[in-house]
């Protein structure tokens, strides 16, 4: 590995940062930049529970103030969102009307709120979606560069991974006792973020990156034999075919891949790298 790719560099000026709020990747992201990493500084979480949240951070060498989320703004340069996606416009809006940004977990609510990219443009913010739990955005957003004819997903996750998801609910999907694989969504990423908004983040990104969430097609599939939370891609255009895979280990959230949490560290990584790879 050359230096300074793959790792923060050292720079004079620390970028302050606030996460929202302290999940699966929330704390693991906390927990990292509280050990340190070069030119960023956790200043401040925000947690559904404030008293468990203070607990949690007690023991860090720095502890971060823990604020009720409309409080974050004033005291970080960036903020990490990765709460619920119900909660996106609160965190990220006051961050976007001071200029700074937004790296946004629940990219499902990016769509669902869509009035806050005007309120980026306006006021010079700007939300990030980084790769997350998914692969080759990188080429995806490449190939938009000319023409992609279809971006298909398929999506396989186990049981546990899907449970309680609206989409399951409002259909009268019952997954519990499923012996078989079984698909129970077939749709655009758009309606994904309806009826998923906690599962396929993944799927959203995707479709940010190449042809929008009306175009971008996803199936998804229950499946009982599954540990894995597992996503195919495949990409036809007139530049390149590709079709990609990626098998994600869940993190304490079974929702959730741990890679999640690591994508987050290289974009913050590549955000103060003079060397950045990829697209
Ligand atoms: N873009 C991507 O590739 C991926 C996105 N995600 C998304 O990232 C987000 C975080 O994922 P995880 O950490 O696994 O979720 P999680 O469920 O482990 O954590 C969410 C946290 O938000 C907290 N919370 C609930 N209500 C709150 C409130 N009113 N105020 C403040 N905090 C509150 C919960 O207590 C919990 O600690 C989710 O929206 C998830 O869907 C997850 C995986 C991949
Ligand atoms: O899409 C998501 O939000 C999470 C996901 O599929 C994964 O971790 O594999």
Same mark, same amino acid.
């Not at 992201?29 to 990493?37: E, H, R, S, T």
């Not at 997350?132 to 080759?136: D, P, S, V």
């Not at 009306?214 to 599939?221: G, R, Y």
């Given at each position: 590995m050359l230096e300074h790719e793959g790792k923060a560099s050292s720079k004079s000026s620390v970028t302050r940062v606030a996460i929202a709020s302290l999940g699966a990747v929330g704390l693991k992201?906390?927990?990292?930049?509280?050990?340190?990493?070069d030119g960023y500084r956790l200043t401040a979480v925000s947690a559904r529970n404030r008293d468990a949240a203070a607990t949690r951070v007690a023991g860090f060498k720095n502890p971060p103030q823990v604020l009720p989320i409309?409080?974050?703004?004033?005291?970080?340069d960036l903020v990490i969102e990765c709460a619920p996606a119900e909660f996106f416009a609160d965190i990220a809006e006051p961050f976007l009307r001071a200029g700074k940004t937004v790296v946004a977990l629940s990219a499902g609510a990016v769509i669902r709120n869509e009035n %806050?990219?005007? !309120?980026?443009? +306006?006021h010079g913010g700007r939300i990030m979606v980084p790769s997350?739990?998914?692969?080759?955005l990188d080429a995806v957003a490449a190939a938009a560069q000319g023409n992609i004819e279809s971006v298909r997903m398929i999506t396989r996750k186990p049981v546990r991974g899907l449970l309680g998801a609206p989409h399951l609910v409002t259909h009268g999907i019952d997954i519990t006792g499923i012996t078989a694989p079984m698909k129970i969504f077939d749709g655009t990423a758009r309606e994904a973020a309806v009826g998923f908004p906690a599962?396929?983040?993944?799927?959203?990104?995707?479709? %940010?990156?190449? !042809?929008g969430p +009306?175009?971008?097609?996803?199936?998804?599939?229950a499946d009982p034999a599954l540990q894995r939370n597992m996503h195919q891609i495949k990409v036809v255009s007139d530049s390149a075919h590709?079709?990609?895979?990626?098998?994600?280990i869940p993190s304490e959230n079974p929702k959730t891949g741990r890679i999640t949490a690591q994508s987050v560290l290289a974009l913050l990584c590549k955000l103060n790298s003079p060397l950045q790879v990829g697209t």
């Open positions: 992201l906390a927990q990292v930049l509280d050990a340190g990493f409309e409080d974050l703004e004033a005291c970080a %806050l990219l005007q !309120i980026a443009a +306006d997350g739990a998914l692969l080759g599962n396929l983040n993944v799927a959203v990104a995707l479709s %940010l990156a190449g !042809i +009306d175009h971008t097609q996803l199936e998804i599939w590709f079709s990609m895979e990626i098998e994600n």
